[in-house]
Structure formats: C-alpha cells, structure tokens
C-alpha cells in the first residue's frame, strides 16, 4: 500500500522560511494535500496539489512536486508564531475517498 | 457554509462498553469518511460512506462499524471497547468526486478506561 514519510520536528525563527519535506511511494497519487493541525483541533485545510502540476502558490504558501522522485515540500514564508503546529502531507490515490496520511512534521517557531 | 461537526466532543467509556458518534458532514456533501488519530500509530482510515453506502474500508477489526442516512449525516459504533480504541477520532467531509477535497470537523476525544 501507499507510504508516506515525513520527518518529525522542524524549528525556525520568526519571520524565516520554512520549508516541510513529504515523500510518497505510490506513483498514481493523484492529489496531494497539507494540512495544519493545531493542539487539540481536527485538521485545517492548508493546500492541494493536482499531479500533473509542478507548483502551486497560495500567499505565504508554496507547494512544489516533483513526480519522478516522489517529493512533496511546503514551503511557509516569512514564519510567525502562530505558524507553530503539526503539518501533515496527505496523498489520494486512486476513485475511492481515502487519503493516506504521513506521521506529522511539529513546526516550532521561536522569537 | 457551515463546517463539518461532531459530536460529542469528548467521551469517557469503560472496557466492554460501545459507543457511537456522530458527524454531520459540509451541506452538499455526499461522502464522508472516518479516521482513527492516536500517538502511536498517527492517522488511519477507518471506512467512508458515500450515498449510504460503504464505499472504501480500512484495516480495521468488525467492531468498528458505521452507517450514512438519507441526509449524509453518518454515525460510527464501536463496541467491546478496548484501552486501544483510545484516541481523536476525526470525520472529513467531501462531494465524493474527482477532486474529493477532504474537510475535517474537530473530532471526537475519545477515552477508555
């Protein structure tokens, strides 16, 4: 089945660019998502990423993808505190509503 | 457009016990899915309904079970609970369509004593 790694723990300073690292092994994903999820919350809707694309910005949001080596990055600019929370890469593949989620990166962002 | 909601919030059971919860999905929304949050093992898919059918499941054992009404709102049981089955148990809400953008509602904290 459909793998996706993400790495635990990121740290930045306020106001620096952070930047979350996903990757996936299923090639058929079809949309690859982010979402935020702050203590003692469900998860908010961040982003989305259609694979035929490479790029896509939202505001202080980038998503790129790169398809051949199976790697999805976030990248947050200009970080504030209250950018501090979990961000979990999610990946749909296939017809039926089932998205396979990565373990969570905990972004923390220190003044 | 209202979000997606659950209810209630937070649960406290004992072992052997059942449960059900509840979501009420995104109004337009026709499907909706489960997942099962703990520490130990992250995010997983418990099943989806879509028009009130089953329509994807996940490995997960027969007493977690669910159902959709005619109003796409959904219920999920679980019964003989376990200290396991401890965990945020979170409702996404979607058109069920090609795109399938997931929304999430707050989740339900539940704890087995």
């Known amino acids: 089945g459909e793998d996706v790694e993400q790495s635990l723990f990121l740290s930045v300073r306020e106001g620096d660019s952070s930047v979350i690292n996903c990757t996936y092994t299923?090639?058929?994903?079809?949309?690859l998502y982010w979402y935020k999820q702050e203590p003692g919350a469900g998860l908010q809707l961040l982003t989305y990423i259609f694979s035929n694309m490479d790029m896509k910005q939202d505001q202080r949001l980038t998503v790129l993808l790169n398809k051949k080596d199976k790697h999805l990055s976030l990248r947050i600019a200009d970080t504030q505190t209250g950018d501090s929370a979990i961000y979990f890469c999610a990946v749909h593949t296939g017809t039926a509503s089932k998205l396979t989620f990565g373990t969570g990166t905990r972004l923390q962002v220190t003044l | 457009k209202a979000g997606v909601t659950q209810t209630p919030r937070y649960l406290i059971k004992t072992r052997g016990q059942q449960v059900t919860l509840s979501c009420s999905p995104i109004s337009g929304h026709r499907s909706v899915s489960w997942y099962q949050q703990t520490p130990g093992q992250g995010l997983q898919f418990l099943f989806e309904?879509?028009?009130?059918?089953?329509?994807n499941k996940g490995n997960f054992p027969g007493r977690f079970s669910g159902r959709q009404f005619s109003n796409s709102r959904s219920e999920m049981n679980v019964s003989t609970l376990e200290l396991g089955d401890s965990a945020l148990y979170l409702c996404?809400?979607?058109?069920?369509?090609?795109?399938?953008?997931?929304?999430f509602g707050p989740g339900t904290r539940l704890t087995v004593l």
């Open positions: 309904y879509f028009s009130e059918t089953q329509r």
């Open positions: 299923d090639s058929s994903s079809t949309y």
């Open positions: 996404a809400s979607s058109d069920g369509l090609r795109t399938d953008t997931q929304y």
